[in-house]
């Protein structure tokens, strides 16, 4: 038979429980898993926390002291974790105010509502599917009449992975910007090998966009951008391009393959298919000689591709102008939880960007 005083103080064990649990998760936004599955374990705390943070919350109006004679020292529990789940949407908001300062016709702001229901932007109609030879891409159109820019948007995978679809959140909310996406797939191990993918990439490139735009119109601005590998590819690709290209875009980046690289991953073998032997200085956007606007975007908590890669890129005068935005509280693959703090700041600063130099 259960006794009195545990009848009474039950709810409160497991009100302390629960805040244990909720400050185990929101640690995981300042504590980095040495490895691959605590990587996504981080992204998601940091990225995807809304119903933990509701969570501490709720737990913060009924405290546990109503239960034990020192509750309020509990209750400090689960005020640190809301706390530490507050941390990455206040920077992102306060990053978002620097980058209306370096792009002074732009005004934008950190959506919480969208965070906290997982709001993702809702195409009109599915993607189209553009398929030549072995190479097939995916088609975002516009939400406007007439898009102002076109951007060619590659995925990562370290050179030996990957798929358009991976690139389709990001698209999506670039789509209704008011932009053309077109997110290719191309060639990986052992066909990515530098430059054959860049060089397959652009001998597709005008057949996709005769595909979409009539010859009788003026295309919109080219714009190359990517993630992880397809941002290193983005700036290898526009720097041999004939097409008149207006900017490039690239999201934690490895951009020196001359320097060895701390990371969880599989470096290596991601080397090895890019790059051979001898050419890891010209595969290395870093020595690239190339005038195009270019903006960065890292986080300074990413252990796969270290922030040291695009803090090296930006410090290069090869890119003239450059735009770097270093995001502390974010990890790789920031932007795929598109409604997060980071991926919303990404939309954002790409869209800044395009507007300026389109």
Not at 230 to 249: D, E, F, P, R
């Amino acid at each position: 038979m259960i006794s009195k005083t545990f009848r009474k103080s039950w709810p409160g064990f497991l009100w302390i429980l629960a805040a244990l649990l909720l400050l185990g998760y929101s640690l995981q936004t300042i504590y980095q898993w040495p490895s691959e599955r605590g990587f996504y374990y981080n992204l998601q705390a940091i990225e995807n926390g809304r119903w933990a943070w509701c969570a501490a919350l709720l737990l913060m109006c009924l405290p546990a002291w109503r239960v034990f004679k020192r509750g309020f020292l509990f209750f400090l529990l689960a005020l640190l974790a809301s706390v530490l789940l507050s941390r990455p949407l206040i920077q992102s908001a306060r990053l978002t105010e620097s980058l209306e300062r370096e792009f002074i016709t732009y005004k934008g702001s950190f959506s919480f509502s969208k965070w906290l229901f997982a709001q993702s932007a809702t195409i009109n109609s599915k993607p189209i599917h553009l398929s030549i030879d072995t190479l097939r891409a995916l088609y975002y159109s516009s939400s406007t009449s007439r898009a102002s820019a076109v951007i060619v948007l590659l995925h990562g995978g370290g050179f030996y992975q990957g798929e358009p679809e991976w690139m389709s959140g990001l698209a999506s909310e670039l789509a209704n910007k008011g932009f053309d996406v077109i997110t290719p797939s191309y060639p990986l191990q052992p066909n990515a090998l530098f430059p054959n993918s860049s060089h397959v990439l652009l001998s597709h490139l005008n057949r996709w966009l005769d595909s979409i735009y009539s010859p009788s119109l003026k295309r919109p601005s080219l714009f190359f951008a990517g993630s992880s590998a397809g941002g290193t590819l983005a700036m290898n690709t526009a720097a041999i391009s004939k097409a008149k290209v207006s900017g490039v875009i690239a999201m934690y980046p490895i951009s020196d393959f001359t320097k060895p690289m701390h990371s969880i991953s599989d470096v290596p073998r991601m080397v090895k298919a890019y790059v051979e032997n001898n050419q890891h200085r010209q595969a290395s956007p870093v020595f690239t000689k190339i005038e195009l606007p270019l903006l960065l975007l890292h986080g300074t908590k990413d252990p796969i591709v270290p922030v040291n890669q695009s803090r090296a890129m930006y410090l290069n005068p090869n890119f003239s102008p450059k735009h770097y935005f270093e995001l502390p509280w974010a990890t790789h693959s920031f932007e795929y939880p598109i409604y997060g703090p980071s991926g919303q700041f990404a939309v954002q600063a790409i869209e800044a960007f395009i507007q300026e130099y389109q």
